[in-house]
């Protein structure tokens, strides 16, 4: 046998053999088909690679490397459907991933895995597509290129993870875990329909002022949403900041201490430092630790007085820093509110000192934080100023509920995040979140009324308000009783009697839509 020339062997069943030279002329004949795709341009083959990345596996196929490409691209496609179906067909599981801190760790990792797996991907495609000879500038070109794409991939990446560690570290600062201190939260049984134990759920809203030029925390906006657990309907009740002896529960050891309400019998008749406002930090410091261990000593205490004065158990509480609020809002892009009468920025009606200026009055006005602050907040010299300014404050709560869309959210995510770390502090358990977003869905959607507590007749002063006549209105509001049907009865001739007067039945909730319509005074 000559080197370099072919010889078939005939077998002994008479077909021919493949000699060694023949191997090699078929290995080179193979590397040559190959190679015959490198014949395109080097822009081309840039074109190719950075398009392919698109569906990673694809520019596999485009430089024949058919077994290597169809795997790629089949994970690739594979990866996109179920992104798609979970997308579309599994939402609500999405957010309850979102708010499990573990998982979110999980997420994390493998983001970072899947990005680099796609920068891999892009440069080994680019190298099998690029043309064996290329001028030294052109290479430069194209890695400069993919150099390029590899980073935007890295830094969209980046984003990604970022926004994943931001919401985990929002869900770990600001709900409470089973390690959480408080006195006043209810057990949660662990079944399927958590709110078939909570037909109407009560959450203790608290704006907490403790800004510049305060003594201490000051809770100036105490609030309670009732939310019907099957409807999402909601009902705000605003509480007066200056309500004197609120009650205590009789099984708690406070109202041992204050009997009659949480005020000073030996005192004047107005007393600010026995206000409700100034409950939250006054309790704590007269009686540390007289409901036991706690995170939120003056939330617990709040709870319970507010429950006991209104007649509602109230489960959680929800504590809104103003500061925070104010980075809320901007990271929220602002609000839209009607402003019926000229809101004052600043002042102080016992020092006797002007605000700054005035919001003007218009309807549909967008207000920056600070400017939504003070729509909430502003109340000197305003004609009824407390029910105003409560007024206003469900107004608020009403604009960021409409401003808060999925796409806003998303848009802004890190900056809300961050906002709520400083923001919020709840005793609501991580455990109950997956539970409270189908809840939030209907509460987004549903009617949002507010229980009028008729102040002319039950608080016109705050010094000591009528609690039993409210607690009426409100178990009459919340839940009404059905009316009898009549029954068909023959009359008889009576006597004229005089009927005994009566006590007017509640007002209907107003309806927030109504009451914060654009209608100046």
């Known amino acids: 046998m000559h080197r370099g020339r072919v010889h078939f062997v005939l077998s002994p069943s008479g077909g021919s053999a493949v000699t060694p030279s023949s191997r090699a002329r078929r290995a080179r004949s193979g590397r040559a088909r190959r190679s015959r795709p490198r014949q395109r341009s080097a822009v081309g083959a840039l074109v190719l690679a950075v398009l392919g990345a698109l569906v990673p596996g694809t520019a596999y196929l485009v430089a024949r490397r058919f077994r290597l490409g169809g795997v790629v691209t089949a994970l690739s496609l594979a990866a996109y459907g179920v992104a798609a179906y979970v997308g579309l067909m599994r939402r609500d599981d999405v957010i309850a991933w979102a708010l499990d801190p573990d998982l979110l760790l999980w997420m994390v990792g493998g983001l970072t895995a899947v990005a680099l797996c796609w920068v891999v991907v892009l440069v080994t495609s680019y190298k099998m597509l690029r043309p064996l000879t290329t001028r030294p500038a052109s290479r430069l070109f194209g890695a400069v290129v993919i150099g390029l794409v590899c980073f935007a991939m890295a830094s969209s990446t980046a984003l990604g993870t970022q926004t994943l560690m931001a919401q985990r570290s929002l869900v770990r600062k600001v709900f409470s875990g089973d390690e959480s201190k408080s006195q006043t939260r209810p057990t949660v049984a662990n079944t399927g329909d958590v709110w078939a134990q909570f037909p109407r759920l009560n959450v203790l809203l608290l704006g907490a002022d403790d800004g510049e030029g305060r003594d201490n925390t000051r809770t100036d906006t105490v609030m309670i949403?009732?939310?019907?657990?099957?409807?999402?309907?909601?009902?705000?009740?605003?509480?007066?900041?200056?309500?004197?002896?609120?009650?205590?529960?009789?099984?708690?050891?406070?109202?041992?201490?204050?009997?009659?309400?949480?005020?000073?019998?030996?005192?004047?008749?107005?007393?600010?430092?026995?206000?409700?406002?100034?409950?939250?930090?006054?309790?704590p410091e007269l009686h540390p630790g007289v409901l036991g261990p706690s995170d939120n000593?003056?939330?617990?205490?709040?709870?319970?007085?507010?429950?006991?004065?209104?007649?509602?158990?109230?489960?959680?509480?929800?504590?809104?820093?103003?500061?925070?609020?104010?980075?809320?809002?901007?990271?929220?892009?602002?609000?839209?509110?009607?402003i019926n009468y000229p809101v004052p920025v600043g002042g102080n009606d016992d020092k006797n000192i002007p605000p700054n200026r005035y919001l003007e009055p218009g309807p549909n006005r967008k207000l920056n934080g600070k400017d939504a602050l003070w729509f909430a907040r502003g109340r000197y010299r305003v004609p009824?100023?407390?029910?105003?300014?409560?007024?206003?404050?469900?107004?608020?709560?009403?604009?960021?509920?409409?401003?808060?869309?999925?796409?806003?959210?998303?848009?802004?995510?890190?900056?809300?995040?961050?906002?709520?770390?400083?923001?919020?502090?709840?005793?609501?358990?991580?455990?109950?979140?997956?539970?409270?977003?189908?809840?939030?869905?209907?509460?987004?959607?549903?009617k949002i009324t507010?229980?009028?507590?008729?102040?002319?007749?039950?608080?016109?002063?705050?010094?000591?308000?009528?609690?039993?006549?409210?607690?009426?209105?409100?178990?009459?509001?919340?839940?009404?009783?059905?009316?009898?049907?009549?029954?068909?009865?023959?009359?008889?001739?009576?006597?004229?009697?005089?009927?005994?007067?009566?006590?007017?039945?509640?007002?209907?909730?107003?309806?927030?839509?109504?009451?914060?319509?654009?209608?100046?005074?």
């Open 225 to 283: 949403a009732s939310i019907d657990t099957k409807t999402g309907d909601t009902a705000l009740i605003s509480l007066a900041r200056n309500w004197m002896r609120m009650p205590f529960p009789k099984d708690s050891p406070l109202h041992e201490l204050y009997p009659t309400g949480f005020w000073d019998p030996d005192g004047p008749p107005e007393q600010s430092s026995f206000y409700l406002d100034a409950m939250y930090r006054m309790v």
């Open 297 to 338: 000593e003056g939330a617990d205490v709040l709870k319970l007085a507010a429950g006991e004065a209104l007649g509602l158990k109230l489960h959680y509480y929800v504590q809104i820093n103003l500061a925070g609020f104010e980075q809320l809002v901007e990271a929220l892009g602002g609000i839209t509110v009607n």
């Open 384 to 446: 009824g100023a407390d029910v105003a300014r409560q007024a206003r404050q469900r107004c608020t709560i009403k604009a960021i509920v409409e401003r808060a869309t999925p796409q806003n959210i998303l848009a802004n995510y890190q900056s809300i995040a961050a906002a709520g770390e400083q923001l919020i502090r709840t005793d609501i358990p991580e455990k109950l979140l997956p539970h409270l977003l189908p809840l939030g869905k209907k509460v987004k959607t549903a």
């Open 450 to 521: 507010t229980i009028d507590l008729d102040k002319k007749r039950n608080y016109p002063t705050g010094q000591n308000p009528d609690y039993a006549a409210m607690r009426t209105i409100i178990r009459t509001t919340l839940n009404p009783t059905p009316k009898p049907r009549p029954t068909p009865t023959r009359r008889t001739p009576t006597k004229p009697t005089t009927k005994p007067p009566t006590t007017p039945p509640p007002s209907p909730p107003a309806d927030l839509t109504q009451d914060c319509a654009y209608n100046p005074r």
